[in-house]
């Protein structure tokens, strides 16, 4: 909900967002989840706390500007992500 809340204190109309939450037991990186997010038709995803580990991109549409935001330590990212990382030793 922070991420919901900024982006509609930036400005952005609530019809333009969405929120998806990943199916009990699977994570971002299933074909089905993929293929969830590619459904909304979103230009730009941010994924929270869910992409911390190498891969193929988490769109399909490559064209699609997408964001990885998490906490874990890494140094392999989903294939075209923009990472936000925060890590706290």
Same mark, same amino acid.
């Given at each position: 909900?922070?991420?919901? !809340?900024?982006?509609?204190?930036?400005?952005?109309?609530?019809?333009?967002?969405?929120?998806?939450?990943? @199916?009990?037991? /699977?994570?971002?990186?299933?074909? #089905?989840? !993929? #293929? @969830?997010?590619? !459904?909304?038709? @979103?230009?730009?995803?941010?994924?929270?706390?869910?992409?911390? !580990?190498?891969?193929?991109?988490?769109?399909?549409?490559?064209?699609?500007?997408?964001?990885?935001?998490?906490?874990?330590? /890494? #140094?392999?990212?989903? /294939?075209?992500?923009?990472?936000?990382?925060?890590?706290?030793?």
């Amino acid at each position: 909900m922070i991420v919901y !809340r900024t982006l509609r204190h930036l400005g952005l109309p609530p019809e333009l967002i969405s929120v998806h939450f990943v @199916a009990k037991g /699977s994570n971002v990186h299933t074909t #089905e989840e !993929r #293929e @969830a997010v590619d !459904r909304y038709g @979103a230009h730009r995803v941010i994924f929270l706390d869910h992409g911390s !580990r190498g891969g193929p991109s988490l769109v399909k549409d490559q064209s699609v500007q997408y964001l990885v935001v998490d906490h874990h330590w /890494s #140094e392999e990212f989903p /294939s075209g992500s923009i990472v936000g990382h925060f890590y706290q030793s």
